[in-house]
């Protein structure tokens, strides 16, 4: 069975930096997308950042030159580096994995990310 599992969600304060790990398990094939959003009970679900096979990314506007997405291939594991965090990171970020031709990674950050999602790790920036 695949599984998805994040983990290195906590607490920072403004300014400071959360490194976020995801771990896709049981897939038989190459993974197509990877990439993370967010939720948080105030705003609407957003799309992060996304990384597909070849390793093109893509960020979300309010992320871009602050978060860095990137991946292990040979373990099949996400990170996202977060940097100058704000309260406005504040969320449940979960990891997605998404395979086939129209993914996650096909229209940005925009596209709704069906595929695989972790139980999420949240992550919690104080001012």
């Known amino acids: 069975d695949v599984r998805v599992v994040e983990s290195g969600g906590g607490s920072a304060q403004a300014g400071g930096s959360l490194r976020l790990s995801c771990a896709a398990t049981?897939?038989?094939?190459?993974?197509?997308?990877m990439g993370w959003t967010r939720q948080s009970p105030d705003k609407a679900r957003e799309g992060v950042a996304t990384?597909?096979?070849?390793?093109?990314?893509s960020y979300a506007d309010s992320v871009k030159g602050r978060f860095t997405i990137s991946k292990d291939n040979a373990k099949n594991t996400l990170y996202l580096q977060m940097n100058s965090l704000t309260a406005e990171d504040t969320a449940m970020y979960y990891c997605?994995?998404?395979?086939?031709?129209?993914?996650?990674?096909?229209?940005?950050?925009?596209?709704?990310?069906?595929?695989?999602w972790g139980q999420g790790t949240q992550v919690t920036v104080s001012s």
């Open positions: 997605v994995v998404d395979q086939g031709v129209d993914t996650y990674c096909s229209g940005g950050t925009t596209l709704y990310p069906f595929g695989d």
């Open positions: 049981g897939y038989s094939v190459k993974i197509d997308c």
């Open positions: 990384i597909d096979s070849d390793g093109s990314t």
